[in-house]
Each structure stands twice: as structure tokens, then as C-alpha cells.
């Protein structure tokens, strides 16, 4: 018998749509459905006060590979932001990702060569040769006092973990440089779509059929019955119902504030670094357009221990959670026709570049 659609994608974020634009272009029959109200997962963004306001936390595209950068200027113009975070540590300003301003600011020193002293000073006192954890990891890139000012108090919030109980592997994202080079990325392209993420993903969708508030695990086997293969972006333990015990994510509340003011700090992203303030960055969304209005949108940060009916944002990549995913992972290889993709269902801190990459790389392996 054969069914109405080739695939069903569940997930309306980047990986489904992905794949929903390449597999409609190679002539399949899809169709996308997502729980929520929208499309664009967690890059979804909604205009208030003429401001994209990114709802489930910034987003900042960035990447190395020209086959995605093409990829996606082809459903958006990307203006030319560049991420330049700033760090407030009770009061006191720093620049990032960790570069001669910051190292200047921090120790009064003028040149590479007295930055890189200063570092492998603290990191010989700190008698550390071979990074076991973050808190190894990151004093060894930047020193004592970095750590302590700057990566500390963030990553325990954050994460909610003291850092010696976290992978190496999460600071590893932020570049250090002997340079006056305020770009957070190392990426070769970068920028914001202009006019948001979700027209973006309205662009790639354009042509495809879209279910919204539609919950695939509570309505599993009517809509199974619908197509011949899943692609499933949810998350891999609730896809199983949780069977072998849950994964843990970190979860993400924003408070979001509209000001009468046009500009309340200044950047589009303030840390606060120190572990007493609660929250852990200030967005103020205008400035990833440059935007000139009136008023301005700033959104609170505040992380927090992911629990049953929370939305999850973060995997949390230790250890422990590795075994249960590989567990979950091997299941998921005995569901022929399901495939899982995405942060979620991959259990995995992809960026957004990865995400595309690799729904393209699955797309040429099944779109044939
Ligand atoms: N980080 C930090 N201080 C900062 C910013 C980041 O220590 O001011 C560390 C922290 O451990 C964080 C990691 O770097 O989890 C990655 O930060 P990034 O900003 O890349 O994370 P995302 O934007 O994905 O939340």
C-alpha cells in the first residue's frame, strides 16, 4: 500500500526543514508537522516594537563551510553583524572572547609576548599539564585569573555543575588570541538574517505542507501510518518515552522587558559573570539589525535544570549522559524507518552551521 507522503518530519526546526526543502526539491512527497504554533524551533524569532526578538534565545549564525553559508543566503540576506560579547563582572568590563583588550584590561599588559607570560605564569602555578576537566582546561588556555573573573561563575550558572565536574570540550568554543580582535567566532562567514530566523525557515518551507500544534508522540501511530519513513528533530529519550531513564538538558527562562528607551547597554550581549547575579547574559535584540527604534526589547537569561514538561535547549554532553544517549542511540538504529536528527535528536551542542551540514549530508545519502 502506499502512503500518502515519502516523509514525515517532526520538528519545524532547522534539521526539518533542511531536509523538507531538499527532499520536496528532489521531487518527495512531505510533510512537516511541529507541536508548537510556529515554525523555526528555537531559532524562531517575532517582531515586537519592529525588533526581531529572538524568543528562544540569541542566535548568531556563523560558519566555515561555504557549501552552508551558500545554503542559506539563498533564503535570507545576511547583514554584517559580528558577535562581540561584553563581560560584566561586578561592574567591571571586559572584552570578549578572551583577546589583548581583555588581557590588557585585566593585567595592564601592552604586548602578545607579556599576555602570554602572564598566562603561562598562573597556568605553571596552577601545576596543570594535562587538562582533565573545564576548570583544567580553561585556566591552562587563559590563566587563574580569567578564570576566575570570567569563566567561573558563568559556566556554574550556565550549566549548574562546578566546572571540575563539566567536559573540556565547552570551552573549547571560545577562541583566546594574542590579538585586538573583538569577534567572538572564528568563523569565515557570519551574520543575522535580515527580517528574522523564521522568515528564513518560511522560505525554506515555501511549497511544503505544515501541520502546526500537532504533538507526534501523542498522536504516533495515525500519523506513522501517514508516510513511509519519519525524520524525528524531538528529543530521543521522550521519542522512547523515556524508557531507560532521562537525559538531562538545561533549560532556558527568558524575561523579557520592552524599555522607552533606545539603547539600554549598548551591545547586543552582556555576560554577567559574577556567580551572585542570577541571570546569566542581557540580549538586547536590536542591535543584531542595528536597529534604530525608539524603544528597545532586552531578554534576561536565566538557566536552570531541565524537568519534565520544561523546554530543552542545552544537552548536557558529560559523561554520564553520554552512556545513556549511546543506549538510546542503539535503539534508535533498530527503528528502520525512523531517522533522528538535530540537537535533539542527536543529543548534541550543535550550532546552527552543523545542524544544516549535517541534514544536507543526510539528504544526500537518502535523497537518492
Ligand atoms: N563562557 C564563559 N564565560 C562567558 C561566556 C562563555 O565561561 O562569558 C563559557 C561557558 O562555559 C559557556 C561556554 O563558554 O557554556 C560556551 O559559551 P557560548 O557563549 O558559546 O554558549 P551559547 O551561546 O551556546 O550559550
Redo the contacts with the bound molecule.
Keep these: 500500500m502506499t502512503k500518502k507522503y515519502d516523509y514525515l518530519i517532526v520538528g519545524a526546526g532547522l534539521f526539518g526543514a533542511v531536509f523538507a526543502q531538499q527532499a520536496k526539491k528532489n521531487g518527495k512527497k512531505v510533510l512537516v508537522i511541529d507541536k508548537r504554533d510556529s515554525v523555526a524551533g528555537n531559532i524562531y524569532t517575532e517582531e515586537v516594537e519592529g525588533i526581531n526578538v529572538h524568543k528562544y ?2 542566535h548568531i549564525f556563523h560558519t566555515n563551510d561555504k557549501e552552508v553559508w551558500d545554503f542559506v543566503n539563498s533564503f535570507a540576506t545576511f547583514n554584517r553583524y559580528t558577535n562581540s ?1 561584553v ?1 560584566n563582572y561586578k561592574g567591571e568590563l571586559y572584552s ?1 572572547p578572551f583577546n589583548m583588550y581583555t588581557f590588557n584590561k585585566m593585567w595592564g599588559v601592552v604586548t602578545p609576548e607579556e599576555a602570554a607570560q602572564k598566562i603561562e605564569e598562573q597556568k605553571k602555578s596552577a601545576g596543570i599539564t594535562e587538562p582533565k576537566n ?1 576548570e583544567e582546561q ?1 585556566i591552562s588556555l587563559v590563566g587563574t585569573d580569567i578564570y576566575e573573573k ?3 561563575g ?2 556554574q550558572k ?2 549548574g555543575r562546578p566546572c571540575t565536574e ?1 567536559p573540556s570540550f ?2 573549547k ?2 577562541p583566546v588570541r594574542l590579538t585586538f580582535d573583538n569577534n ?1 567566532f572564528n568563523a569565515l562567514y557570519q551574520g543575522i538574517p535580515m527580517g528574522g530566523y523564521t522568515k528564513m525557515v518560511e522560505n525554506m518551507l515555501d511549497g511544503v505542507e505544515v501541520k502546526l500544534g500537532c504533538d507526534y508522540l501523542k498522536n504516533k501511530s495515525e500519523l506513522d501510518a501517514l508516510a513511509n519513513k519519519v525524520i524525528y528533530t524531538g528529543a530521543i529519550d521522550a521519542y522512547f518515552g523515556y524508557k531507560l531513564g532521562a537525559l538531562e538538558y538545561r533549560s532556558v527562562r527568558f524575561e523579557t522587558e520592552i524599555l522607552d528607551k533606545p539603547n539600554y547597554q549598548g551591545n547586543a550581549v552582556v ?1 554577567y ?1 559574577d556567580a551572585e547575579t542570577p541571570f546569566t547574559r542581557i540580549i538586547e535584540h536590536k542591535f543584531f539589525e542595528f536597529g534604530t527604534q525608539p524603544k528597545t526589547v532586552i531578554s534576561r537569561e536565566y538557566s536552570s535544570e531541565w524537568k519534565l514538561g520544561d523546554e530543552p535547549y ?1 544537552p548536557v554532553n558529560d559523561e554520564k549522559n553520554g552512556n545513556l544517549y549511546a543506549k538510546y542511540k542503539s535503539l534508535a538504529e533498530k527503528e528502520k524507518s525512523v531517522i533522528f536528527g538535530g540537537r535533539l535528536g542527536e543529543y548534541k ?1 550543535y550550532d546552527m552551521d552543523a545542524v544544516i551540514a549535517s541534514a544536507l549530508a543526510l539528504c544526500k545519502k537518502e535523497l537518492v
Design positions: 534565545g540569541a560579547p563581560a570578549l573545564l580553561a570570567l569563566i567561573k558563568y559556566t550556565q550549566w563539566l565547552i570551552i568554543r571560545l567572538y555576560n559573570t542545552y551542542y
